[in-house]
């Protein structure tokens, strides 16, 4: 049991700095409601990791897409959950509610 110590305790140190890590990774809030975004335009850091916390705080499901960037997310009414993305070059990255295409529409932007 005695050897067993050093070595969780060399496990638990080893994790710090990815705790660190993800403590340094800005996060966006995004509320999903019915086919409005709240915000539809999001502004976040260029080259640099990010996530963004989606709540779907409508009474019908909410999709979370975007086809640039490859992500896509269901959210039943009242459900929550995050999204989280690689660095972005600087630019405009479309995102979409697929279940409210024709009011659901919001942008990344990268600066």
């Known amino acids: ?3 067993l ?3 969780l305790a060399a496990l638990c ?3 710090l700095p990815l705790a660190a890590v993800a403590d340094d990774m800005p996060v966006f809030k995004l509320e999903m409601k019915d086919g409005a975004l709240n915000p539809a335009r999001l502004i976040v850091p260029a ?3 990010f996530k963004i916390e989606v709540k779907n705080v409508g009474k019908t499901p909410a ?3 975007s086809t640039p960037l490859r992500k896509e997310k ?5 459900a929550e ?6 660095p972005l070059a600087p630019g405009e990255y479309k995102f979409f509610d697929e279940f409210h295409m024709k009011t659901g529409q919001g942008v990344i932007v990268a600066k």
């Open 81 to 86: 959950s995050f999204l989280v993305f690689q």
């Open 5 to 7: 110590r050093p070595m």
């Open 74 to 78: 269901v959210l039943g009414p009242g």
């Open 1 to 3: 049991m005695k050897t």
């Open 47 to 49: 080259g640099k990791k």
């Open 13 to 15: 140190l080893s994790a």
């Open 63 to 65: 999709e979370f897409e």
